[in-house]
Nanobody
C-alpha cells in the first residue's frame, strides 16, 4: 500500500519561495509509474503542476515553467517541488501523487488521473499580493 505525506506548505508574499516535500512509503519506483504534483484552488478543477519519471525526466505545466522545479531523492523516497517567484494565482492545495504512465503524459492529460493512482492528503499554499 502506497502512502504519501506532503509537507512544506504555508503562506508567503508574492515573489517568495516555498519547497514542498512528499514522503512516500510502500513506493516501488516502478519504471511504469511517475510521481507528480497537482494542485486545486477553491472552485476550480484539479490541475497538473509537475511530474517526474523514475529516470529523472520531468514535465511541467506551462503556468509554472521556469518558476517551479520538481526533483526526487529515491534513496529517501522523497519528492520535492521547489516553487520560486510565487504569485497569488499559485494559491491552492497541493497534492503529491504516484501515477501510472509517464510524466509527460500526466502533464499533457491531467484530467485522466482524477480517479487513478495514489494520492496524498495535500498541503496548503497561500500567496498574498
Amino acid at each position: 500500500q502506497v502512502r504519501l505525506v506532503e509537507s512544506g506548505g504555508g503562506s508567503v508574499q508574492a515573489g517568495g519561495s516555498l519547497r514542498l516535500s512528499c514522503v512516500a512509503s510502500g513506493y516501488t519506483h516502478s519504471h511504469n509509474m511517475c510521481m507528480a504534483w497537482f494542485r486545486q484552488a477553491p472552485g476550480k478543477e484539479r490541475e497538473g503542476v509537475a511530474a517526474i519519471d523514475s529516470d529523472g525526466s520531468a514535465a511541467y505545466a506551462d503556468s509554472v515553467k521556469g518558476r517551479f522545479t520538481i526533483s526526487q531523492d529515491i534513496a529517501n523516497n522523497t519528492l520535492y517541488l521547489q516553487m520560486n517567484s510565487l504569485q497569488p494565482e499559485d494559491t491552492a492545495m497541493y497534492f503529491c501523487a504516484e501515477l501510472p504512465g509517464s510524466a509527460a503524459v500526466a502533464m499533457q492529460h491531467p484530467s485522466w488521473y482524477s480517479d487513478v493512482g495514489h494520492w496524498g492528503q495535500g498541503t496548503q499554499v497561500t500567496v498574498s499580493s
